[in-house]
Each structure stands twice: as C-alpha cells, then as structure tokens.
C-alpha cells in the first residue's frame, strides 16, 4: 500500500505541468496560433484586395449569404449590373472598357477576403472556442479574453462593410476611404497581437510560468509600431506609395522623394491634420522615416532579450531586416503588386516578432527559455 502511495505521488511530481493545471492551456495557445496565422492571411488578402482595386466589385453586405458566389451567368450580370452603378465604375472602369471578366477577376479578390473572415470567424475560431468552454478546457480568468477577441473580429467585420460603403456612393472619390482602411487593417492587426500575446501567457502557464508584464519599454515599442503601421495602411489607401516616382533602381524614389530629402507638393493649407493623414507626400513621408525609429527601438529590444532568447531576438533582426529591403524595393519597382503584398506580409510577421519579443521582455521564470 505503501508502494503504491509513493509510485502515484512520484508520477505526478514528474507529470507535464500542463496535465496537473485546470483547462488545457498548451491546446489553446496552439489553437490561437492558428488563428493568428489565419489573421495574417486575412491581412495579406486584404492587401492584394486593395491593390488590384477589388474592394469596392461586391456592393452589398450579406453576412451569411455572401458566403456563396454568382454560380451562373444570371447571378453575374446582376452582379456586374449593381457594380456598374458606383462612382468607381462609372469613372474609372468604365471608361477603361471593363469587361465581365475583369469585373470577375476583381470580384474573385473580395469575395475571397470575406470568405476567409467569415470561415476563420465561425469555423476556427468561434467553434473551438464554444468546444473549449463546453469541456473546461479555458483556465480561470482567460475567458474574457477570448470573448474579447472575438468582439475584435464581429467589430472588424462591421467596420469593414463601414469602409466599403465609404467608395460606394461618395460623388468626391471612386474609392474607399483612406481613414476608414486605416481604422479596419488597425483592428485586424490589434486582434493579431491581441491572439498571439494571449497565447504565449498560455503556453507560459502550460509550463508554470506566470503571464508576462507590459514593460514600459515595451508599450513604448507597440506604440511606436502602431503609428507605423498606421501610417502604412494610410500609404496603401491614399496610394501614396506612387508619390515618390519610380522604375527600378531609381534613385529618386528612395532614400529621396522626387529627387530631394523632403518632397516637394506638401499641402498644409487644410491644417496640421489634414497634412499629418491626408497629403500623401507628407504620409509617405513620415511612413518611410519613422520606420527608422522603429527598426532603433526593435534593435534595442533584441539585444536585450538575446541572451535569455536567442531565436526571438533572431527572429525580430530578419523581420524588419526583410521589411526595410522589401519596402525599398517596393518603392523602386513602382509598386508591382507581387512586392507590396510581401511587405504587406512582412508587415504582420514584424509585428508578430515585436510581441513575441516584448511578451519575452515581461516574462518571469521557467518561459524566459522558450
């Protein structure tokens, strides 16, 4: 009897921490890894969806229905004759002699950032969710989290149609709003920390380590980047990119815009905030410089967390080291679509590596090796 008292307590001294925690943290913070992927696909569709100017070819918000493409040539002239009533279409397309076609390539792109909203909505993230609540697998005081990440993605959803409708009927532009745009990439990428901070504090306590703390240092980084990324999302909606000339290896178009250091076009005549979000030399501008500030604060991170963590110190040199070469690139291309979509990418990995760094910067005990 004896014995056999000393073989149970022996093994569950020697059991994974994990298997002696209520819930199961090591399975969540798996599943939040895949959603964070999931929201970096969405990211990067959403990219190739503005670039190729698909945003605006689905002119109705069908949350459940919309799931299902035109599936015969009926379905697509009338999806094609509501497009053809938008300012878009009748200044820009139109003209340009659209075809059905076109309209379908456009069309594909859009109805393809929906879809993969709505799946990773419902199939990978609400269905596991209500199957990890139902069996207790959530560990005490994570499930408002989560609630909360799924609010960031019904509030991405909506303010998504809210932009959309911006380029629908306005008389002043033939797209979307440049702000609007802002505000929507802003949310995905908050619910893309959001979802890979939450699952580092879980697979920290699948290893009995305590949630980490947001350092100063580190809200400072995430503040920094926020306004980068911002401004990048403002850069994409404006099309500001196109402001600094271009041709490949055209030194004009970076590190100068239009030749010289600071452009030249700059319009403060509608005030200091039109200037800081509406000019698009001016955003391009601060866009282009103030990533150097950030590149500064991601080096000093690194280096502080690198002998503690080797690979995320790695990991946030090849990010934004791959970034700076792919926004340049970018620039001296004249925009091709190929190398804005990979910055786009690189956009979220920076970010992704920049959490992982900070989470890494407030953590305590045995998660510092990991």
Known sequence: MRFGVLVSTSTAMNAPVSSQLPGRPLALARWLFAVAALIVAVVVV???????????????????????????????????????QIPQY??????????LADYKFIYFWEWFHRFLVRM???????????????????????????????????????????????????????????????VHLSLALSALGYAVWTALDLRA???????????????????????QLIYGALVAGMRAGHVSGGGWFYWGSWPLMQGQFYPAGVDWSAGLLHGLTGDPYLVHFIHRWWAWVVVAL????????????????????????????LGIATVWSGIALWLAAAHQLTGALVLVTAIWGVHKLGSQGTDLKG
């Open 46 to 84: 959403g990219g190739i969806t503005r670039l190729t100017e698909s945003g605006l070819s689905i002119t109705e918000w069908k949350p459940v229905t919309g799931v299902i493409p035109p599936l015969n040539e009926a379905q697509w002239q009338a999806e094609f004759a509501a497009y053809r």
């Open 90 to 99: 009748i200044e820009v397309n139109g003209p340009a002699g659209m075809t």
């Open 120 to 182: 990773g909505l419902g199939m990978v993230f609400v269905v596991p969710l209500v199957w990890f609540w139902l069996r207790g697998a959530i560990p005490a005081g994570y499930k408002p989290r989560l609630i909360g990440l799924l609010a960031l993605g019904l509030l991405q959803g909506v303010v998504g149609w809210w932009m959309v409708k911006s380029g629908l009927h306005g008389a002043a532009d033939t797209k979307v709003s440049h702000l609007r745009l802002a």
């Open 205 to 227: 306590l699948a290893r009995g380590a305590a949630p980490a703390r947001l350092t100063r240092f580190g809200a400072l980084i995430i503040a920094a980047l926020a306004v």
């Open 298 to 325: 991601l080096i000093v991170l690194a280096r502080r967390i690198r002998a503690r963590a080797r690979a995320v110190s790695i990991a946030i040199h090849s990010a934004f080291g791959t970034q700076i070469l």
